[in-house]
């Protein structure tokens, strides 16, 4: 039972440690790193004893190197924007405190190997620095650290780790190339923050934006170089820190080898993983022929004609790498091209957008043109009936009651009369109720509505040109491809946003239609109503002038004349008040739409000048490719004729060597001819 119980026991113990090493608490270790004094931080070995001969375990070492290296080293911006590299010792990199990723890994692999610990230095591609989404990898230009823990390769980038680098705004110089086409050198400058995201990474979440050239170092399923180009994802660098538990993948010897044939056997696994890489077949083979060379050339045991096969061997491996420099500099022109490609593809649906946006607002200012002229129309019927009013009312005071005539024999009953006037009183009560009703409906519901609807309309083009100011700030300040998410999330909301006013300017134009109408409407029971008083007043006259005096004593129709007029000339007093307060509003609707219309133009004014920054950004992004290009293909060319001097050289020592073997063939011949 003891023995059944045993193996449990023990993977349970492996488990735990596991579980501690994932969660292990590096506070103390981190603090007395970062207080390390300054005067032995000049020799990298008394640095190193300094830091880890106090921790007896691996990871603790490699943590106390990796945090003092994160803290104090910064990288270097002038190296990263003129590509001048030089490889640096470990104690130039700890006196110049500045170092590229190749000085960060330099640096910690000599510390390490002081410190007992096994470190290598890996080569591959990343989702950093130049990188654009959907790119050709055709170079591996990155390098980071892998170090054995207690048996288990550990994964860590103190490049990444220690910081990130951004552009400088260098506003005056980027203004002068906006506006003179002036051109300038795009400067960057280093932040320091410290990402233990990068330390001991776990080897899949690793894989996310880091691809070794040699896929044995990735640590886990191999991912192949295509599924990296398409996926386009980078590694959340918010996410929470977790550390792995190592790796114990088996790494070939040949990692490790300093024999020549090891250069070549580890350039074309790397080109086998990656056939776009032909810089590093290159390498491989330059590095292969010239270290074989120099062995061979130094071996005395080496029988000449032997040397010979060997020289020949070699220039046919630097013609190969020769070869590959020139597929290398088409590949780079490829990965132009379709950057290129890609750039015009990303201006073309920006100059869409922004000429659809160009599009909407030509379209909204001519409904507020239109809402403008409408409005002025209207505005010159409630005037033209207010002139109708006051013409009434000239006409009402010269009407006089008319002469009584000499034999007035009409005879009208009061009951008829009542009846009458009860039932114009009605009418008039109705049309008036009804006009009312109509004017509550437009000053308390449609205006109010209006002035919501102009309120939103105005916040929502403020809204649009503080957009399109971010995103021409963006492209022309921050714009790069990693930035290129912000950009079309601004996008997004400049369509919802442009969406939405356009439902604002439908609603308006619908809402000053419903207002015009129910004007008219106004207008015709006003008529009516006037019409209605004119008639009554025309009755009473009419009457008046023909009823017997006893009647006209009776019904008193001279008061009932006046009464008509006086509620006539009432009527028509509170209808011009009416018709001038709404005057007054179409006058502060016609105002608020011409302010709008102005705002509109400030759109359009910013549109045009996002459109110009795009054409701008597209402009300078194919002048930087080339630059890159041009850059690249410099090296490759340098490259190429330093592979020529490497052919050189080794074609005068083979031309010695010949020389010497028929030499030695001439001498033994005449040698064996004495002797005969």
Avoid at 67 to 77: A, G, L, P, Q, S
Avoid at 78 to 100: E, F, G
Wanted: hydrophobic letters at 35%; a positive charge; aromatic letters at 12%.
């Amino acid at each position: 039972m003891k023995k059944c119980l045993l193996p449990i026991f023990f993977c349970f113990l492996l488990f735990c440690m596991q579980s501690i090493m994932a969660q292990k608490d590096y506070s103390a270790i981190d603090r007395y790193a970062k207080k390390a004094p300054p005067g032995i931080s000049r020799l990298y070995k008394p640095l190193t004893h300094y830091l880890t001969d106090r921790y007896s375990s691996d990871d603790e070492k490699a943590r106390s190197i990796a945090v003092w290296i994160m803290n104090n080293i910064r990288y270097d911006t002038k190296v990263y924007r003129t590509d001048k590299r030089k490889k640096l010792s470990p104690d130039r990199i700890l006196n110049k405190r500045k170092a590229i990723c190749q000085g960060y890994c330099d640096l910690f692999e000599a510390m390490c190997t002081e410190a007992g610990l096994n470190a290598r230095t890996i080569v591959g591609y990343d989702k950093g620095g130049d990188y654009e989404p959907a790119d050709i990898f055709v170079r591996d230009d990155h390098a980071w650290n892998a170090v054995n823990i207690e048996g288990k390769w550990q994964l860590l980038d103190l490049t990444w780790g220690a910081g990130y680098v951004i552009p400088k705004r260098q506003l005056f110089r980027r203004l002068l190339y906006l506006v003179f086409d002036v051109p300038f050198k795009q400067k960057y400058k280093f932040i320091k923050h410290l990402d233990f995201g990068y330390f001991f990474t776990n080897p899949d979440t690793f894989a996310i934006d880091h691809l070794p050239a040699h896929p044995w170092w990735q640590l886990t399923t191999e991912k192949s170089i295509k599924a990296y180009e398409k996926d386009t994802t980078v590694k959340n660098r918010l996410a929470p820190v977790e550390y792995s538990d190592g790796a114990s993948a088996g790494i070939p010897d040949i990692d490790n080898s300093q024999e020549p044939v090891a250069y070549l056997k580890k350039a074309l696994a790397a080109f086998k993983f990656n056939p776009k890489n032909y810089r590093i077949l290159a390498e491989g083979k330059a590095l292969y022929a010239s270290k074989w060379f120099v062995q061979t050339r130094k071996d005395k045991n080496m029988e000449d004609k032997k040397k010979v096969e060997v020289y020949d061997s070699c220039k046919t491996v630097v013609d190969e790498a020769k070869d590959a420099i020139k597929m290398y500099i088409h590949y780079t022109g490829e990965e132009r091209n379709l950057r290129k490609i890609k750039n015009k593809e990303y201006q073309k649906a920006s100059n869409s957008f922004n000429k659809d946006q160009k599009h909407h607002i030509a379209a909204e200012t001519q409904k507020s043109t239109a809402t403008i002229s409408n409005t002025e129309r209207q505005i010159a019927k409630i005037k033209a009936e207010n002139k109708n009013l006051r013409n009434e009312l000239s006409d009402m005071n010269r009407v006089k009651i008319p002469e009584r005539a000499k034999k007035s024999v009409r005879i009208v009953s009061k009951d008829q009369l009542n009846f009458y006037s009860k039932k114009n009183s009605d009418s008039l009560a109705l049309l008036q109720n009804a006009v009312d009703t109509l004017v509550s409906q437009n000053e308390n519901g449609r205006f109010v509505s209006l002035d919501k609807n102009e309120g939103n309309i105005d916040s929502l083009i403020w809204v649009n040109c503080s957009l399109i100011y971010k995103k021409a700030i963006t492209r022309v300040f921050f714009f790069d491809w990693n930035y290129k998410q912000a950009v079309d999330t601004l996008q997004y909301r400049h369509f919802a946003v442009t969406n939405g006013k356009d439902s604002l300017f439908a609603e308006e134009t619908t809402l000053f239609k419903d207002i015009a109408g129910n004007e008219q409407q106004q207008t015709s029971l006003a008529a009516q109503t006037r019409n209605k008083y004119a008639q009554q007043l025309k009755f009473y006259y009419s009457l008046y002038a023909t009823c017997t005096d006893s009647i006209l004593t009776e019904l008193k129709l001279k008061d009932s004349c006046r009464e008509v007029k006086v509620a006539w000339r009432e009527y028509n007093n509170d209808r011009m008040v009416q018709n001038d307060r709404e005057i007054q509003r179409l006058k502060s609707k016609k105002r608020a739409i011409t302010a709008l219309r102005r705002e509109l133009r400030t759109e359009k004014r910013y549109n045009n000048r996002e459109i110009y920054f795009e054409n701008r950004r597209y402009k300078y992004f194919n002048k930087k490719y080339f630059l890159f290009y041009k850059r690249e293909k410099k090296k490759a060319i340098v490259y190429y004729k330093n592979l020529s001097k490497l052919k050189k050289a080794i074609q005068v020592t083979d031309t010695e060597c010949k020389k010497k073997i028929k030499e030695d063939e001439r001498k033994e011949k005449e040698a064996v001819e004495k002797a005969k």
